[in-house]
């Protein structure tokens, strides 16, 4: 059964929550990178972009709110992690262009 994320549920096992969600991540995260591909993103997708990956961390935290394993909720917490760095990093590369980043776009020219 391939779930979504918006249908887990904290009765699901911790290996397909963590799944799933550490999947959705990654499309995330490769959606991303192709808006970045060109060297621009603009407002629209960033803010589509990071409202799902909002809506990711939402939905983490509620599920962690409901377990009752530590194991489960430290697992949770390290995705919560994960999400939150990623947030981070979408929104920080849009405002503030790395030096990597400045030097790719150089040597595509």
């Known amino acids: 059964?391939?779930?979504?994320?918006?249908?887990?549920?904290?009765?699901?096992n911790i290996e397909t929550i963590s799944s799933v969600l550490k999947g959705?991540?990654?499309s995330n995260?490769?959606?991303?990178?192709?808006?970045?591909?060109?060297?621009?993103?603009?407002?629209?997708?960033?803010?589509r972009i990071i409202t799902t990956m909002q809506d990711l961390e939402f939905k983490?935290?509620?599920?962690?709110?409901?377990?009752?394993?530590k194991k489960e909720q430290v697992i949770m917490d390290e995705i919560i992690n994960i999400?939150?760095?990623?947030?981070?990093?979408?929104?920080?590369?849009?405002?503030?262009?790395?030096k990597e980043q400045t030097e790719e776009s150089q040597m595509e020219m």
Request: overall charge negative.
């Open 60 to 69: 983490s935290r509620t599920l962690k709110q409901q377990m009752t394993g």
């Open 29 to 47: 995260k490769a959606e991303y990178k192709a808006m970045m591909s060109d060297g621009i993103i603009d407002d629209e997708e960033l803010k």
């Open 24 to 26: 959705e991540l990654e």
């Open 83 to 98: 999400i939150n760095t990623e947030q981070v990093n979408m929104i920080n590369i849009k405002n503030n262009p790395t």
């Open 1 to 12: 059964m391939n779930k979504k994320f918006k249908d887990l549920t904290e009765n699901d």
